[in-house]
């Protein structure tokens, strides 16, 4: 699948087949993430992947909207440093990340992490040290059925010439 191709077919997937990912997959889903754009290259982030079934069913008790992760057989949390620019590194390394996943054959979900108040119940849980912010929990598995994609707006819609 080439690039293109990989960032218009990938759509969030919430069910997964109960199957595990492979180290090496796992290894190049983060080194994506770990390659992303970030500012004066600073590269604010830190990724802990968990795959213990204890540790996600928790994970998925605290964050309201990512119930799905006690049933995904991974979830890569994505930290960055309270830097300038910590939310847009770590976003970006996110995208990166479920592109890559989609890639591999995996769906994946980003689960919101920095707005949302359960943000340090996260990072206490996974033993972050202070300083450091949760920017995303990205669900992947296999897809356990085929979701059909999100509506989006138009291209004419979004695109402006010159000037707004
Ligand atoms: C910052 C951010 C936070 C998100 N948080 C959640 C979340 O907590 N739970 C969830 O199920 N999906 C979450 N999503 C996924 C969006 O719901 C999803 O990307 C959107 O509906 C568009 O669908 P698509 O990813 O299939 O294109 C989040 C996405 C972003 C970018």
Redesign the pocket.
Known sequence: MDALECLKT???V?KFLPESISEMAIQEMIDAGRLAATARNVQPWEFIFVTNPDTRKKLADI?E??KFIAEAPLCIVVLSKETKYFLEDG?AATENILLAAHALGYGA????GDKKDYAPDVCKLLGVPEGYRLI?SIAVGKPATSSS??PKRNLEEVIHREKF
């Open positions: 990938r759509r969030s919430r964050m909207y990512g976003s979900c980003w689960v919101a995303s994609p999100a």
